[in-house]
């Protein structure tokens, strides 16, 4: 019989080891209810579904931080309100009125959430619609925002119209030569604006239209006021007006008429 010596060797218990130390860890985060970054999990293209519910014990965790910090606020701020310094003693209350808002320190698809939102356009109001985006903080200064900008664009295109000078040169059929880059560039760009005025000037100049129509209408929907579209008008349709049949009248009908009558008693 051979003798073994397997006693004098060290024993080789590597693979126990590192599946004790493995085991250990995953226990470790799962007590703790964190998750573990370095999983094999996170190092995937895993959809943002799926993280949110790997992270959803810190979230759980966060949620009941969040609680005891408002509790906590809510404490602080019925005592400061109800010294009076800070406010009058008529609104020692107002601390009930406070809303606290807590922001996850999380990475987000900002991709999704746009896509989100562009679907939810016409289905909910614009303040819910912008409260769905993680980087909007504040969803009516954001309205406000773009409610301002709107309002600029407008002022700025009506500041940068046609100026009445350059559409009595359109209207007179000058070169546009003997403008400047500026006034071509107006042109161009309002084409439809000057095509409505020159059909204003036209049924106006045609009896089609009366004068003080024509003059609230281009007041109302260009920024011109009563003295420019006179100017625009200039003398076409003075003396016109609607009888009260809706036919049209003019300074010269009575003449008209009188030639009429002279020719029939002949």
């Known amino acids: 019989a051979q003798g073994v010596a397997e006693f004098l ?8 080891q590192e599946h004790l130390i493995d085991r250990l860890i995953s226990m ?61 003693e008529s609104k020692s209350d107002d601390w009930q009125k406070l809303n606290f808002a807590f922001t996850r320190n999380l990475p987000e698809n900002i991709t999704d959430e746009a896509d989100a939102a562009s679907k939810l356009k016409g289905l909910v109001s614009d303040q819910t619609m912008l409260s769905t985006l993680s ?14 900008e709107t309002a600029k664009k407008a002022k700025d295109a009506a500041t940068n119209s046609l100026s009445n ?9 000058d070169d546009a030569t003997g403008t400047d880059a500026k006034t071509v560039q107006q ?16 049924q106006v100049a045609s009896h089609a239209l009366p004068r003080e129509s024509a003059i609230q209408m281009l007041t109302s929907a260009f920024p011109f ?29 009575s003449n008209d008429d009188n030639n009429d009558s002279a020719t029939d008693s002949e």
């Open 225 to 253: 006021d009563e003295e420019k579209a006179a100017e625009i008008l200039g003398d076409a349709g003075k003396g016109f007006e609607l009888t009260p049949d809706g036919k049209p009248s003019t300074d010269g009908g």
């Open 28 to 88: 470790i985060y799962q007590i703790s209810m964190v998750a573990n970054l370095n999983d094999e999990a996170f190092s995937g293209n895993s959809s943002g579904v799926a993280l949110q519910y790997k992270l959803l014990p810190m979230r759980n965790l966060a949620a009941n931080q969040d609680r005891k910090f408002t509790q906590s606020l809510r404490s602080l701020y019925k005592i400061a309100f109800s010294v009076g310094t800070i406010l009058p």
């Open 9 to 16: 060797t060290k024993p080789d218990g590597d693979a126990i």
């Open 187 to 202: 042109v161009s760009l309002n084409g439809s604006q000057i095509t409505s005025m020159i059909s204003i000037v036209q």
């Open 135 to 148: 980087f909007v903080d504040d969803p009516k200064a954001e309205l406000k925002r773009i409610a301002d």
């Open 165 to 173: 000078a350059d559409f009595q040169k359109f209207m007179n059929g």
